[in-house]
């Protein structure tokens, strides 16, 4: 990471700059307003999974889903499932969490709202358990910088970023720990297709899955063990990565934090766009999961990639910026630091264009210049891969070329065979060759890489930065909200009022009570 | 590597007027050489003897002499070859068969196109799952923007109104939908198969449909999902089944094959078409298995 006080190498108006992060904030801010007046189902069960419930029924339907629900049916969402469920514990409805949720999936247990006396018990009682799942979570960030500490980080930046999604947890072991042999920095477990539209997390280690792997608590704890041993034996600690999106995003976010993965997947906007989740849903979830990775120490990676997946990537250049700067409002404002950031962005130009690599220079280089402390995930080509494997590694070669120019920080290491199979053991081989040669013959490379101020690179990433303020700009003055109800990201309109998920949405209620929102913004562990 | 390259048997020497061949060799540097190139992986740790097996592997494909030109080893286990030789085998034109696709292929611009100035209204499509099955994928797949296999879901295409209903859809809630939004094509995902549930929840599906219409006037039915037979059709009482690997610019193209007639404007169908299940499946020409490595979730 470059220190802050190295000249833009891009001649950046700083005002500019200035400008394009007050947007942002004006932008974001009404919706962090909606975070903190609203709570969902997946925020309530997230706080009960904190307070150590776990496990499903025999139909596999969690028990955190059967006490939300019946809190829902009996006493409503407003005011939290904390007051309801320890006010229940308290009259000795149940002995535990366990037997209580058991017994409300069987409809014979009394939930009301408590007052008084009463409320104030079992707010404290709630916040007890809660803060126990609190303290795991901070016990795992420890264990990490433990296992840093007496391993150490990957030699050389980008880490090298690799996929596995063989939809059994036991085959995605073995590969993981080959991967890693082979060189893998970070290890993804792609989820199984459909999982960010379930409405609840699924149980156990799991051996079905869709183009990818069910995120289980289970699942994550095996693949951390299994990253582990193999951290050990190569002398590296080797990072893993899981998805906290969709309709589950605070628990997946909470399991995640519990079992010590190390990156998330998280983008404030992508569920709201490629899978039609509510926006207000979304950006509640949103604001939760990331006060947990905040807390512990979890990396995000956004998603800006996948608005050039839809879009030209040279007209829609400026929506990456645009995004990117909401993302980062929205990471700060919850909590997370610069070095957690992994905003997004890809390698997308198509390669018939003149001069399609210094235009993925510029734009490489405007996101390293506006965050520089920032470990930026850098994303191969997906769109213009056509089954031409020959063309498709050359083209991976440059884009690993341009990854080591600008500095990013994490590299998703492409693959010749994208749109053609899932990768075999030998085209993740030559991929990882691709990725050698190239940090090996250039890693330096970024010292002597100084595009002229008046020059084609640097006058490009000054225009995207000017057309990202405009967007700005015109976001602020229509609202967020009625920006991607009008179809302003990724060509997709989405209003606030439909979507997935909707119904699962409460504004508080002025007695709301949740202990897990309470100790994440105050930061404590009691 | 071309001097390794063996000399063609025979040099043909072309005449003005020959006709176009019937039999044809892989093409190297010369008429005739056969050469071709293979790489694969075999399960064994890398030596002599693994070379050695490459080369009989590439023998029993018909190359001979097969030249293994590369072999790494990849972890302790595996070693990975690419072999260049040339293949004993000829390619007899005349004996060709290939099973078209009884629509053709358009981009996501053309179906839009065909819409707007042949249907002049958006084309309506409401996708569900039915029954007890929770499995969106292959719905969502299709309908979603973030789509499949590299292809936007028909969401994404301007002159296309989605509904999409999500899972555990009730049969009579499907009809009553497509009824409401006046749908032009109704397309069903079952993924779940145990005791045949997919055939029966589009038996059902499609009599509902049957009930609830006047004849020739139902929607387009459209099922999709992992274990169906695509010539099934007539059984089922649905139009078209699409199998595995389907993308969505398939179905798009589909949708404007069947019913946007060209020149006609609106979408009147022949329903006897759909009594008699006659149309050509599209056996062997779905991507099995292509899931690709997106690396976007």
């Known amino acids: 990471m470059p220190p802050r006080s190295e000249a833009s190498p891009l001649a950046l108006d700083a005002a500019v700059v200035r400008r394009a992060r007050t947007l942002a904030r004006k932008a ?132 090298v970023y690799l996929i596995v999604a063989t939809g059994d947890i036991y085959e995605d072991i073995p590969q993981a720990q080959a991967a890693a042999r082979e060189g893998a920095d970070v290890i993804a477990v792609i989820r199984s297709t459909g999982q960010s539209l379930l409405d609840y997390v699924p149980e156990g280690a799991t051996r079905e899955g869709y183009a990818g792997t069910y995120a289980t608590q289970e699942n994550f704890r095996l693949m951390r063990a299994a990253l582990d041993e193999v951290s050990s034996e190569l002398g590296r600690y080797v990072r893993l990565t899981n998805y906290a999106s969709g309709l589950c995003m605070p628990e997946i976010a909470t399991l995640a934090g519990m079992e010590r993965l190390d990156m998330m997947l998280n983008d404030s906007m992508y569920g709201i766009l490629f899978r039609d989740i509510n926006p207000i849903r979304t950006f509640v979830d949103q604001r939760f999961s990331r006060q947990i990775h905040a807390r512990a120490g979890i990396i995000i990676n956004t998603g800006e990639d996948n608005y050039l997946t839809t879009a030209d990537a040279v007209e829609a250049a400026h929506t990456v910026t645009v995004s990117q700067l909401l993302n980062e409002y929205f990471a700060k404002e919850a909590g997370l630091a610069d070095w957690q950031l992994g905003l997004g962005h890809a390698f997308e130009i198509n390669p018939d264009l003149p001069d399609s690599f210094r235009l993925e220079l510029a734009h490489a280089l405007l996101a390293r210049t506006l965050f520089p402390d920032a470990p930026l995930k850098w994303m191969p080509p997906t769109k213009h891969m056509t089954g031409d494997i020959f063309r498709g590694h050359l083209l991976d070669g440059f884009f690993n070329l341009a990854g080591a120019l600008t500095g990013q920080g994490i590299l998703l290491v492409g693959m010749m065979t994208e749109a053609v199979v899932t990768p075999w053991l030998s085209d993740r081989d030559l991929a990882l060759q691709n990725v050698r040669y190239v940090m090996n013959a250039c890693a330096g490379l970024r010292e002597d890489f100084r595009p002229p101020p008046d020059g084609f690179i640097a006058t490009r990433a000054r225009q995207v930065l000017g057309e990202a303020v405009e967007l700005l700009d015109e976001i602020v003055d229509d609202g967020l909200l009625n920006a991607i109800a009008d179809g302003t990201f990724g060509l997709m309109r989405r209003p606030a009022d439909a979507g997935k998920g909707l119904d699962g949405v409460f504004r508080r209620a002025s007695g709301y009570v949740n202990p897990a929102v309470d100790l994440l913004a105050e930061g404590a562990k009691r | 590597m071309n001097e390794a390259a063996l000399t063609p048997t025979a040099a043909i020497t072309p005449t003005a007027a020959v006709e176009e061949p019937t039999l044809v060799r892989p093409y190297g540097d ?80 053309e179906v839009n196109a065909a819409v707007k100035s042949r249907l002049r209204r958006r084309l309506v499509v409401v996708g569900a799952c039915i029954g007890t099955d929770a499995h969106t994928v292959g719905i969502d797949a299709i309908l979603n923007i973030k789509g499949f296999a590299g292809e936007k879901g028909l969401e994404y295409y301007s002159e296309v109104t989605v509904v999409n209903l999500g899972a555990q859809v009730l049969v009579p809630e499907l009809v009553e939908r497509a009824r409401q939004e006046k749908a032009d094509a109704v397309l069903v995902s079952q993924v779940v198969s145990q005791r045949d549930a997919h055939l029966y929840n589009t038996m059902e599906m499609s009599a509902a449909f049957r009930e609830a219409y006047p004849a020739g006037k139902t929607p387009l039915l459209v099922v999709g999902g992992p274990r169906f037979d695509e010539s099934a059709t007539a059984e089922l009482g649905v139009d078209r089944i699409f199998g595995k690997g389907t993308t969505p610019s398939e179905v798009a193209s589909y949708l404007v094959h069947t019913l946007i007639r060209p020149g006609g404007q609106t979408g009147e169908r022949q329903t006897g078409e759909r009594q008699t299940g006659e149309r050509q499946t599209l056996e062997g020409q779905t991507m099995e298995g292509q899931t690709g490595d997106s690396p976007h979730e």
Not at chain 1, 30 to 49: D, F, I, M, N, Q
């Open chain 1, 28 to 159: 974001g801010a009404p919706v962090v307003k909606l975070a903190k007046t609203h709570t969902t189902l997946s925020v309530e069960r997230a706080t009960l999974r904190l307070a150590g419930l776990s496990g499903a029924d025999a139909e596999r339907i969690p028990w955190v889903n059967h006490l939300v629900d019946r809190v829902r049916a009996e006493v409503g969402l407003e005011h939290g499932v904390a007051l309801p469920v320890w006010d229940a514990l308290a009259r000795g409805e149940a002995p535990d969490l366990l037997t209580l949720a058991q017994k409300a999936a069987a409809g014979s247990v009394g939930l009301r709202l408590p007052e008084g006396k009463r409320a104030a018990r079992a707010g404290r009682a709630a916040r007890a358990d809660v803060s126990g799942g609190i303290r795991r979570i901070d016990r795992s960030r420890k264990d990490r910088q433990r296992l840093i500490g007496k391993l150490g980080d990957p030699r050389q930046r980008p880490w």
């Open chain 2, 30 to 109: 010369t008429t005739g050489d056969g050469m071709v190139q293979v790489s694969f992986t075999l399960p064994i740790p890398h030596s002599k003897r693994a070379e050695g097996a490459a080369a009989q592997l590439a023998n029993k494909m018909g190359i001979n002499p097969a030249l293994v030109v590369h072999a790494k080893a990849m972890g302790p286990d595996f070693t990975f070859f690419v072999v260049y030789g040339p293949v004993s085998h000829l390619v007899d034109l005349s004996a060709v068969k290939v099973v078209e696709r009884e629509f053709p292929l358009l981009t996501a611009k």
